[in-house]
């Protein structure tokens, strides 16, 4: 039917027609010869060819009222069945030189891959027309009598190109169910009056097709957007492993789900995988900017879509950094693109993402990779640092403190040698540039808790300070005992650590828990129980997932403050809120065991907490009451030296009279520097015995003369000689 089919075969084409070649009219007869015969010009003739078959078929194609053609629809010279051969002729010719001079015609290769015949064809450039010039639209229009039918139907086609009905409903059954269709390169839409007959359904062409046509080098700025950054970070051992096992499947065209959260990494090795095959590469990366603004299901279509057309390994990596939302809508575009997609395809995921039930038949391969370990981590950063590397004790630190992929330490590298440009190299620079890569996606549920305290303002028993330091080691050398010394193999989750700090409150649970996130370079967040719990059945359980998920690889430390309330003694179930309860209970056992991190558990009553908690849990620090001496301390510790201080003020009758906790007498001396300030006077020893009493009224106790001894006269009045309240 067409020229291309011509250059290779003397066969016709449409049923009871000749031969022909088209092209619109409009760009003038063929006079092209091999010098000049290109992409653009094949295309060309092959659009004329449409216009000398819409002439030659037009008695039989118009359905509106009569009235005369577009103008824009130029008539051919003289009869168009003789201008379709004459034209069919002049194109067979150019197609044939031009190939013999090893001219690349892609509309010639987007045939012979696709492996499309002349009808498809036909139907092809019908749906690439309106791209190419707008007067088509109104020439479909007009031929559908319909002004807003501005593409072809798939009854005009079948009208076109068959002749009888039972010719008709053949050719239809063949192209809908055909490679073209198929491809996903051309498809089907809903015409605009939402009729459901398929035969009014119109025939669209991906945007990015014409570009190809064309043999333009840029692919669809949707697709470019979200191309994967250059250069790509190395390729971890256990990705190179693990996908070197579809090494052999490409040929079949298998769909792969990459469980990891190194994702550029997970591209480098797709990149390296299509290499090996003498395949081509499209890498992209749903984490760009673009993904999150553009419809993503318009972006997904142009990715599949170019993809179609280089016949490459598509790898598509950045789920998990969309919105929650966008995610969902991304996953199902690409669930509904697979089911026409006949190349490898990559999914690289960190959550689960199972295609199996979408695709039912269609082989899916899942892989599971484990990050890299720290001896991995630790060659990673010197490959990266160069120069740097000479700073091994602290790579070795950052290797080992922060969990990182190899996309993360490549992006990490390049701001250090960024804040090494400004401000000099500086070893704090790592510890830096590896918590700016760690995610924190913990959003309303969490709150970061800034670095606070010193080593020194923490007063409590020898043996507490032991167990936080041992929890600091457990942390640093996990990697060189479960790894290294194959500990790994006799445990079953050894990731994830957990300390449970039990104390009354104010005894230092909170800045020891700050001290442990300094000493390990880690950020700490507080777990917001107000926005987990929830009085609505299985709302908390959503919460907790949404915690775990945003903490899952940030590299952060969890402080579970007040835990008892969410990590509670399972009860003896007696109605349904107790079996909702203990459900909310095991269900946050599951998580915590499979969390990879640090967890700290908070609570003012140990003896609440569930056994089977108890049982997971690896460093209990003990926070007692302090005893004298301790209160001593406190007291001088927490009294700041710009602090302006009475000459009557005996910090050692109050730490030996009132048994207050660190945090108790805190705000007993805030409260007594507010009181001072406010009569422009030194911190005296009245307002420090008001701010205990208050105090100690919180914990619903009295004041008594004989516990003031010989300062219970100061408690009649305050300095300023106001009565006390």
Not at 69 to 77: N, Q, Y
Not at 601 to 607: D, F, M, P, Q, S
Request: with cysteine; aromatic share 6%.
């Amino acid at each position: 039917m067409t020229g291309l089919a011509a250059a290779t075969s003397d066969q016709p084409g449409a049923p009871g027609e000749p031969a022909p070649a088209f092209g619109p009219a409009t760009f003038g007869p063929a006079t092209f010869g091999p010098p000049t015969f290109g992409p653009i010009d094949h295309l060309l003739a092959e659009l004329r060819r449409l216009d000398l078959l819409l002439l030659h078929a037009l008695p039989r194609l118009r359905r509106g009222p009569p009235g005369e053609p577009p103008v824009l629809l130029a008539a051919a010279d003289g009869d168009p069945a003789a201008a379709l051969a004459a034209h069919t002729a002049a194109t067979r010719a150019a197609l044939r030189a031009a190939q013999a001079a090893g001219v690349r015609l892609p509309l010639v290769e987007l045939c012979r891959n696709l492996r499309l015949d002349d009808v498809a064809l036909g139907v092809l450039v019908l749906a690439i027309a309106p791209h190419v010039a707008l007067h088509y639209e109104d020439v479909f229009a007009w031929l559908q009598g319909d002004a807003a039918l501005r593409a072809p139907q798939l009854e005009l086609a079948l009208a076109l190109f068959a002749g009888s009905t039972a010719d008709r409903l053949r050719l239809r059954l063949q192209l809908t169910a055909g490679p073209l269709f198929t491809s996903g390169l051309v498809w089907l839409a809903d015409p605009p009056d939402g009729g459901t007959a398929e035969p009014a359904r119109l025939i669209v062409a991906s945007p990015r097709l014409l570009r190809f046509l064309c043999d333009h080098p840029g692919a669809d700025p949707d697709v470019e957007a979200v191309r994967a950054r250059e250069p790509l970070p190395q390729v971890t051992a256990a990705l190179a492993r693990e996908l070197a096992g579809l090494r052999d499947l490409l040929d079949a065209a298998p769909i792969a789900v990459v469980h990891t959260d190194d994702g550029p990494s997970a591209l480098a090795a797709a990149a390296r995988l299509a290499d090996d095959a003498a395949l081509p590469a499209l890498l992209i990366d749903l984490a760009r900017p673009h993904a999150a603004r553009a419809p993503i299901d318009a972006t997904l279509r142009a990715v599949f879509d170019e993809a179609r057309l280089q016949g490459a390994v598509l790898a598509v990596a950045g789920y998990d950094d969309l919105p929650p939302a966008v995610r969902d809508a991304a996953l199902a575009a690409t669930a509904a693109q697979l089911e026409r997609f006949d190349r490898p395809f990559l999914a690289i995921v960190g959550a689960p993402f199972d295609l199996r039930h979408e695709l039912r038949h269609r082989a899916v391969v899942t892989l599971t990779v484990p990050p890299p370990g720290a001896a991995e981590r630790v060659a990673l950063w010197r490959a990266e640092l160069g120069d740097r590397a000479s700073d091994a004790d602290v790579v070795r630190e950052v290797a080992h403190g922060f969990r990182l992929g190899a996309g993360q330490i490549r992006d990490a590298a390049r701001m250090v040698a960024t804040l090494d440009a400004i401000a000099g190299a500086r070893p704090d620079h790592l510890r830096t540039a590896s918590r700016a890569q760690s995610r924190h996606n913990l959003g309303d549920l969490a709150q970061r808790v800034a670095p606070w305290g010193r080593w020194q303002d923490l007063v409590v028993p020898k043996s507490s300070v032991d167990r936080l330091h041992d929890l600091i080691d457990s942390m640093h050398h996990r990697e060189a005992v479960f790894v290294d010394w194959g500990l790994c193999q006799r445990v079953a989750v050894w990731r994830r650590v957990t300390a449970l700090f039990a104390g009354p409150p104010g005894t230092g649970k909170t800045l020891s828990a700050s001290l442990v996130a300094q000493a390990l370079g880690l950020d700490l967040f507080r777990i917001d129980l107000s926005g987990v719990v929830s009085k609505y059945i299985g709302e908390t359980e959503k919460n907790l997932d949404r915690v775990f998920r945003a903490a899952h690889g940030s590299n952060a430390i969890l402080l579970f403050d007040e835990a008892d309330s969410l990590f509670g003694k399972r009860t003896e179930v007696k109605d349904a809120h107790d079996r909702y309860a203990n459900i909310e209970t095991s269900y946050l056992l599951q998580k915590l065991e499979a969390f990879e991190g640090l967890a700290i558990l908070a609570t003012n009553y140990k003896k609440n907490i569930d056994p089977a908690f108890q049982r997971r849990i690896d460093v209990v620090v003990d926070f007692p009451m302090p005893a004298r001496d301790e209160r001593r301390r406190l007291w001088r510790s927490l009294v700041p030296d710009a602090m302006p201080v009475g000459a009557d003020v005996d910090l050692d009758f109050l730490a030996d009279r009132f048994e207050l906790s660190g945090g108790s007498i805190l705000n007993a001396i805030r409260s007594a520097a507010t009181r001072a300030a406010a009569a422009h006077q030194p911190v005296g020893m009245a307002p420090l015995l008001r701010g205990v009493r208050d105090e100690l009224h919180k914990q619903g106790k009295l004041l008594s003369a004989h516990d003031l001894g010989p300062f219970a006269r100061l408690i009649d009045a305050d300095p300023a000689g106001r009565p006390a309240p």
